[in-house]
C-alpha cells in the first residue's frame, strides 16, 4: 500500500520553528517532483514549497519564500519542510504530495498534477 504520512505540527508561538516530516512508504519517490500544501480554514488549498525529484532545483510561494526551507533524503524516502519565523496566516493543515509524472521537468504547482496526498499535519501558530 502505497503511504505518504505527515508528521510535525503542533501549537507554536509567533517567530518560532517547526520541522515538517513526509515519509513514504510501498514506493519509492524518488523519481518525483515532490511538495508541500497548506490549506487554512476557510481557504482553498495552495502550494507551498516543491523540489526536483533530483534535488537540483526548489520553488516556493512567495508568502513563505525567506523563511520555509524543502528538502529530501532519498534514502529514507522522507521529504521535510523546515519552517522559520513562523507567523499567524501559517495556520493551517500541510499535505504533502508527490507529482504524478516522473521526472517532470518543472515543479508544478498545480495541486491537480499531484496524485498521492499524505493526510495532513496540523500547524497551529499562535500571536
Known amino acids: 500500500q502505497v503511504q505518504l504520512v505527515e508528521s510535525g505540527g503542533e501549537l507554536v508561538q509567533a517567530g518560532g520553528s517547526l520541522r515538517l516530516s513526509c515519509a513514504a512508504s510501498g514506493r519509492t519517490f524518488s523519481p518525483f517532483n515532490m511538495a508541500w500544501f497548506r490549506q487554512a480554514p476557510g481557504k482553498e488549498r495552495e502550494f507551498v514549497a516543491g523540489?526536483?525529484?533530483?534535488?537540483?532545483?526548489?520553488n516556493y510561494a512567495d508568502s513563505v519564500k525567506g523563511r520555509f526551507t524543502i528538502s529530501r533524503e532519498k534514502a529514507k524516502n522522507t521529504l521535510y519542510l523546515q519552517m522559520g519565523n513562523l507567523k499567524p496566516e501559517d495556520t493551517a493543515v500541510y499535505y504533502c504530495a508527490a507529482d504524478s509524472l516522473i521526472t517532470r521537468s518543472v515543479i508544478t504547482t498545480m495541486q491537480t498534477q499531484y496524485n498521492f496526498w499524505g493526510q495532513g499535519t496540523q500547524v497551529a501558530v499562535s500571536s
Open positions: 523540489i526536483k525529484w533530483n534535488g537540483g532545483s526548489t
